[in-house]
């Protein structure tokens, strides 16, 4: 599908990898794959127990004796599909097309996050006419899901100082400093009750934008657990109505768009939607210049459950969900614009007569800010009876304030884009902060083409952009030159 693309080798490399499945926690095969292109190319590398791979090659004639550089991006992607797509994400690749200037996956996410580092890397290690220095090449796994391949990695035997990370979406902006963050996963055991002939019924919350939930939860968009949560407070305030299962979200650092319960509703249906309805138009009105797609849909369950959760633990868990933080908590005092900490409803999950179960994703630029929030949170789960637990803890980037790399990154941008870069700190996670702890003196410097819309369906990679900023990096390649 992309053979007629430029840069030909960067999107061949694009294509090759995302036929290999390579969802966070599923990056064996790409990891060895990584490892095969290496050895074929006799390139050292070393392929780690996580799956990491490090290569590096010499650099081309009259640069041998240059500073090494360090390209570095992961191999994991966050693999989400549509709800009518039947593609298997574990064993199946990608189906790729192309429109307009976009290259997109037919019913899926791209992985353009974080695969288009891994092509360029790859067409950088392929080159035989690409002046360059020494080249250290870091691709890591499971960044997506906690930086743990970043968090695990030895890269005792490199010699570089100089890191190009290319694990950033906007292609005028460099980025120079990042959030921190860290994962807390709570459970609640509740008691069942039998739920007798009431009729059972599945509501969803659907039609949200989602998105990423660094990137993208400064816009201030909803999220579909905290409405589905309310929703059901409701509803088992006003009418007589138990909850039977609850599923929504899918990633711990997405923005969960859409959210559903089975419950069960001794009341008329017209009363039941009745209620729906004015719940619907609340929400419509209140999130009006945010989500014009929301919408609440009821439907008759197709399978039937003897028991549901009782009320009194219910309105006790429910009373959590409702009052814990979600979305902005503080803005940067510093840098006009920039979110400073962040929390992020990120998974509610129920099954018939189980725990109820809850993930949330914490970013700071502040290490102070992220542990008050994880300690507010934390306590809001043990008072209401729940267990919790936070991992996947990962470091602030901080700001460089002498940094000769971004100097000629600026510079370099500017000769070969003609324009002047945004030079920011943002509130994702990368994984230069912990990679800085690992190298002392890193240097380091974030960029990369295009991508709208990472983390969902509706990704999808420019294609004049992904030509424009492999023209930078060949450029960068000559930096010291």
């Keep these: 599908m992309l053979e007629n693309l430029e840069p030909k080798n960067v999107f061949s490399f694009f294509e090759e990898i995302d036929q290999i499945p390579r969802g966070s926690g599923n990056t064996q095969k790409i990891s060895d794959y990584l490892a095969e292109f290496a ?9 780690d127990t996580l799956g990491n791979v490090i290569i590096k090659k010499d650099g081309t004639a009259g640069m041998e004796e240059k500073e090494p550089v360090i390209i570095q991006g992961h191999m994991d992607m966050v693999a989400v599909k549509e709800p009518d797509c039947e593609k298997d994400m574990e064993t199946e690749g990608l189906d790729l097309a192309v429109q307009g200037d976009y290259v ?15 092509a360029y890397a790859l067409a950088l290690l392929d080159s035989k006419d690409i002046p360059h220095p020494p080249l250290e090449v870091i691709i890591t796994v499971d960044e997506e899901t906690g930086m743990f391949g970043a968090q695990g990695i030895d890269l005792s035997m490199l010699q570089g100082k100089k890191m190009l990370n290319i694990d950033s979406e906007k292609e005028d902006e460099l980025t120079v400093a990042c959030a921190g963050g860290l994962r807390v996963y709570a459970n609640w055991q509740v008691a069942y009750t039998e739920i007798g002939d009431k009729e059972q019924y599945v509501v969803t919350v659907y039609g949200l934008k989602g998105g990423h939930s660094g990137v993208e939860i400064g816009l201030g968009r909803a999220n579909a657990n905290k409405l589905l949560c309310e929703l059901l407070y409701l509803m088992e305030r006003e009418l007589d109505v138990r909850v039977i299962t609850m599923d929504g979200g899918t990633k711990d650092n997405v923005i969960p768009h859409k959210a559903k319960a089975q419950i069960a509703c001794g009341a008329k249906e017209e009363e039941l939607k009745k209620l729906i309805g004015v719940v619907e138009n609340s929400f419509r009105e209140e999130w009006a210049k945010k989500e014009s797609g929301l919408q609440i849909r009821l439907e008759k369950a197709e399978k039937q459950y003897e028991k549901a ?25 510093d840098l006009p614009g920039l979110v400073e900490t962040s929390l992020n409803f990120a998974t509610l999950h129920m099954e018939p007569e189980e725990e109820v179960k809850a993930g949330f994703s914490l970013r700071s630029s502040s290490s102070t800010a992220k542990q008050a929030l994880k300690e507010k949170l934390c306590n809001m789960i043990a008072e ?35 324009k002047e870069p945004k030079v920011l700190s943002i509130h994702a996670g990368l994984e230069c902060g912990i990679l800085s702890q690992k190298i002392e003196g890193l240097d380091c410097v974030s960029f990369g083409p295009n991508i709208d ?3 969902t369906t509706k990704e999808k990679l420019s294609i004049s952009s992904t030509q424009r900023i492999w023209e930078l990096l060949k450029k960068l390649m000559q930096m010291d030159a």
């Design 39 to 47: 050895k074929k190319r006799n390139l050292f590398y070393i392929q």
């Design 104 to 118: 997109y996956a037919k019913g899926t996410s791209l992985g353009a996050d974080d695969g288009i580092a891994v």
């Design 309 to 333: 959760i009782d009320a009194s633990d219910f309105f006790r868990v429910m009373s959590f969900f409702l009052e814990a933080p979600n979305g902005v908590q503080a803005m940067s005092r």
């Design 384 to 418: 209401s009876e729940g267990e919790y637990e936070a991992n996947g803890e990962y470091p602030s980037w901080e700001y460089k304030e002498n940094s000769e790399l971004r100097e000629q990154v600026v510079r370099t941008y500017k000769e070969v884009l003609g």
């Design 453 to 455: 819309d990472i983390h």
